[in-house]
């Protein structure tokens, strides 16, 4: 009996050891998260998203951002890392490039070229006879870890989110884990960059953002809106800031929308001066909660993964105007459709990016 019990008191103090001391990548900050306001008023409970239509696309997996170019085909990335060609409708698939990184977001310039954000590379121009060159990897000498996405400007300018400058996809297992360490960790090192094609500068925009993701340019192409997924807001910060600490009240940096019932991820310019933004997961109160326990969220990663606080699936996107208000919310509750990061609108078609889906989801308008 005796035994027994040295045995087990042992091994608790060796659980105990293990939860509190084992080494965990993350340095959890300390914040105040928003009371969630769940999905009322203008996201009020629907199923608008629900039942879309499928496109397959064979093996591949994860239709991340989606571009229906002017040369009339349809550009998606997908978890391979390739990027495929298609025709609206899903048909003729190729693959047009494969980067041999994992590119996010992408735009296209003046000449044609599909401009890049790859996680793993930095910020690539892809010309339409794919050859493939690295325009950027680097600002003030320091790599350009985590590309997420890219918008490009009537001028040329292109601006790119560096979502972390903590976790690199390329080191700590893939994109999605990337950015659930920095998430978790809150550390806000996320930022905004310009890169001048015709100077070939680039430059800090904006810094100390949590989680910087979904980049989209108003109209007059002064202002950038900014999706910090960390903490669940987007932002409205000037083209012409400089090195800007979005942590410093500044007239050049404001928020649009703050305590959104989810995680927000890509921006889209949508038509009729719409912009659509996606939501990869909704809020989790158990997270929430643990904003203000940076000793628990190191805890928590010593846990096994299936332990993990890891939000449900639940679709939902929604369109809004450059002035913040809500003109569109569609939600599928079910979340067969999972993490929908944005929404790709033609005269014809909503299509539903997605992170992981099985195949590329779209509905009729």
């Given at each position: 009996?005796?035994?027994?019990?040295?045995?087990?008191?042992?091994?608790?103090?060796?659980?105990?050891?293990?939860?509190?001391?084992?080494?965990?990548?993350?340095?959890?900050?300390?914040?105040?998260?928003?009371?969630?306001?769940?999905?009322?008023?203008?996201?009020?409970?629907?199923?608008?998203?629900?039942?879309?239509?499928?496109?397959?696309?064979?093996?591949?997996?994860?239709?991340?951002?989606?571009?229906?170019?002017?040369?009339?085909?349809?550009?998606?990335?997908?978890?391979?890392?390739?990027?495929?060609?298609?025709?609206?409708?899903?048909?003729?698939?190729?693959?047009?490039?494969?980067?041999?990184?994992?590119?996010?977001?992408?735009?296209?310039?003046?000449?044609?070229?599909?401009?890049?954000?790859?996680?793993?590379?930095?910020?690539?121009?892809?010309?339409?006879?794919?050859?493939?060159?690295?325009?950027?990897?680097?600002?003030?000498?320091?790599?350009?870890?985590?590309?997420?996405?890219?918008?490009?400007?009537?001028?040329?300018?292109?601006?790119?989110?560096?979502?972390?400058?903590?976790?690199?996809?390329?080191?700590?297992?893939?994109?999605?884990?990337?950015?659930?360490?920095?998430?978790?960790?809150?550390?806000?090192?996320?930022?905004?960059?310009?890169?001048?094609?015709?100077?070939?500068?680039?430059?800090?925009?904006?810094?100390?953002?949590?989680?910087?993701?979904?980049?989209?340019?108003?109209?007059?192409?002064q202002t950038l809106f900014v999706n910090e997924t960390g903490k669940y807001r987007v932002w409205k910060i000037s083209v012409k800031a400089s090195n800007l600490d979005v942590a410093q009240a500044?007239?050049?940096?404001?928020?649009?929308?703050?305590?959104?019932?989810?995680?927000?991820?890509?921006?889209?310019?949508?038509?009729?001066?719409?912009?659509?933004?996606?939501?990869?997961?909704?809020?989790?109160?158990?997270?929430?909660?643990?904003?203000?326990?940076?000793?628990?969220?190191?805890?928590?990663?010593?846990?096994?993964?299936?332990?993990?606080?890891?939000?449900?699936?639940?679709?939902?996107?929604?369109?809004?105007?450059?002035?913040?208000?809500?003109?569109?919310?569609?939600?599928?509750?079910?979340?067969?459709?999972?993490?929908?990061?944005?929404?790709?609108?033609?005269?014809?078609?909503?299509?539903?990016?997605?992170?992981?889906?099985?195949?590329?989801?779209?509905?009729?308008?």
């Amino acid at each position: 009996m005796k035994k027994a019990a040295w045995v087990l008191g042992v091994l608790v103090l060796a659980l105990a050891a293990y939860l509190s001391l084992w080494p965990v990548p993350i340095e959890p900050v300390s914040w105040n998260a928003p009371t969630a306001p769940g999905y009322v008023g203008a996201h009020a409970v629907n199923n608008k998203l629900a039942g879309l239509n499928m496109i397959s696309l064979g093996a591949e997996e994860g239709p991340e951002h989606i571009v229906v170019a002017k040369d009339g085909k349809l550009y998606t990335t997908v978890a391979s890392g390739n990027i495929l060609r298609m025709n609206p409708d899903g048909s003729a698939q190729e693959v047009f490039a494969t980067t041999g990184g994992r590119v996010l977001g992408f735009d296209f310039d003046a000449a044609g070229n599909l401009v890049a954000a790859d996680a793993v590379k930095g910020l690539l121009s892809i010309s339409p006879d794919r050859k493939i060159t690295v325009l950027t990897d680097k600002v003030d000498e320091e790599p350009i870890r985590y590309a997420d996405a890219v918008i490009v400007a009537a001028n040329g300018k292109m601006y790119v989110s560096d979502a972390s400058t903590r976790f690199a996809p390329a080191r700590w297992g893939g994109t999605f884990e990337a950015s659930v360490l920095d998430i978790i960790e809150q550390s806000a090192t996320g930022r905004i960059l310009e890169y001048d094609p015709a100077t070939q500068a680039t430059r800090i925009v904006a810094k100390g953002l949590s989680f910087a993701n979904g980049v989209a340019l108003s109209q007059d192409e002064q202002t950038l809106f900014v999706n910090e997924t960390g903490k669940y807001r987007v932002w409205k910060i000037s083209v012409k800031a400089s090195n800007l600490d979005v942590a410093q009240a500044n007239p050049q940096a404001t928020v649009l929308f703050d305590n959104l019932p989810g995680y927000p991820d890509n921006l889209m310019r949508g038509l009729d001066g719409k912009i659509w933004l996606g939501f990869a997961k909704p809020r989790n109160p158990t997270i929430d909660q643990l904003a203000t326990q940076p000793f628990l969220r190191k805890l928590t990663l010593r846990l096994p993964r299936a332990l993990w606080p890891i939000p449900k699936a639940y679709g939902h996107v929604m369109a809004f105007t450059e002035d913040g208000k809500v003109v569109a919310d569609l939600q599928d509750p079910s979340g067969a459709y999972p993490e929908t990061t944005a929404v790709t609108e033609t005269r014809e078609r909503l299509y539903v990016q997605s992170l992981h889906g099985k195949g590329l989801g779209w509905l009729a308008k």
